[in-house]
């Protein structure tokens, strides 16, 4: 295996198509055939599914792309630190469902290490995104939770993709709400009393199961839910309506203002807030000081 053939099928993956990587990288279609059925045959799995319709990149030619992908930015690095002496920035990547908490957490660090020697992204998206980005290393961990519910689902899900999850805390069920919302003022909430106001939920897109729900209790015959794609359209719904969504009960008022409350939810359900990272791979410096800026939280629900 060489770096050449993890160029070819990176190549391939991004154009998704063999005649179209042919040309960019400047040979014919029949040698890059041949270099990435080679390929195939050493590693012993199929990459990637021919049609005439194009191609179709298989599970397991994921998670190898993903390796590629990383091993082929790492000789980069290498390349331009030790080659060109030129000196690169490291890369810091999360993604999560959407907690401020953990938003707030990543800002906290990105402060303590400063971003002139490092480029940093963070993804607030689908559950099923969080769990894909960090399958293919785009990201180097991944935010969520689990509860009694989802749980076998979310780890079969995890198993099948080579993650693991790692707790962080356990926490009640809240009801997340503006302050303005006649129902802000009560010291407990039960579904009785939300039956009259819209539940706002995030949308998973076409991975829309149950038990990839960023909200819990997604089965509940909610009389009226409105499906939102960001924070800040979900705010502006608890403020316009009303709304209210169901979360761990942490409050940034640094990033969202004293506009909003928190309520415990009359339920025994628990929450298990927690973060996935690639098995048998360990946490960069950088993912190492996110993960104990998340654990200052559980302080909060103590």
């Known amino acids: ?82 080659v060109k002496k030129e000196k690169s920035k ?47 290393q785009k990201s180097e961990v991944g935010i969520l939770y689990l509860n009694e519910f989802n749980q076998k689902a979310m780890e079969k899900l995890l198993l099948d993709n080579d993650l693991e999850f790692i707790d962080l805390f356990h926490c009640g069920i809240y009801v997340y709400l503006w302050k303005g919302n006649p129902l802000a003022g009560q010291e407990k909430i039960g579904f009785e009393d939300l039956k009259n106001y819209p ?28 499906k939102a794609d960001d924070r800040a359209t979900l705010l502006n719904l608890m403020v316009g309506l009303n709304g209210y969504t169901l979360c761990c009960g942490i409050i940034c008022e640094d990033l969202n203002g004293g506009e909003y409350r928190a309520i415990p939810l009359d339920t025994t359900d628990k929450m298990r807030i927690g973060y996935i990272k690639k098995k048998k791979m360990p946490l960069s410096i950088l993912g190492k000081k996110y993960i104990d800026e998340l654990k200052k939280y559980e302080a909060q629900l103590l």
């Not at 012993?44 to 993903?66: A, K, P, W």
């Not at 402060?111 to 993804?123: I, L, N, R, S, T």
């Not at 991975?207 to 009389?223: D, G, I, P, Q, R």
């Open 1 to 82: 295996m060489t770096l050449q053939q993890l160029r070819y099928a990176v190549c391939i993956a991004s154009q998704k198509s063999m005649n179209k990587a042919a040309a960019e990288l400047f040979i014919t279609q029949p040698s890059l055939s041949s270099t990435i059925r080679d390929l195939e045959e050493e590693i012993g799995l199929t990459i990637f599914i021919r049609s005439n319709r194009g191609i179709v990149i298989t599970s397991e030619g994921e998670e190898f792309l993903g390796y590629a992908r990383q091993m082929l930015e790492q000789y980069r690095q290498m390349e331009e630190r030790f």
């Open 199 to 226: 539940c706002l939920s995030f949308e998973q897109g076409n991975n829309n199961s149950f038990y990839l729900a960023e909200e819990v209790f997604s089965t509940y015959e909610y009389k009226q839910i409105i």
């Open 90 to 136: 490291k890369k810091f990547s999360v993604s999560m469902q959407h907690y401020t908490f953990a938003v707030q957490a990543f800002i906290h660090m990105a402060k303590e290490f400063g971003m002139d020697d490092y480029e940093f992204a963070v993804h607030e998206t689908k559950t099923y995104e969080v769990i894909l980005n960090v399958k293919n």
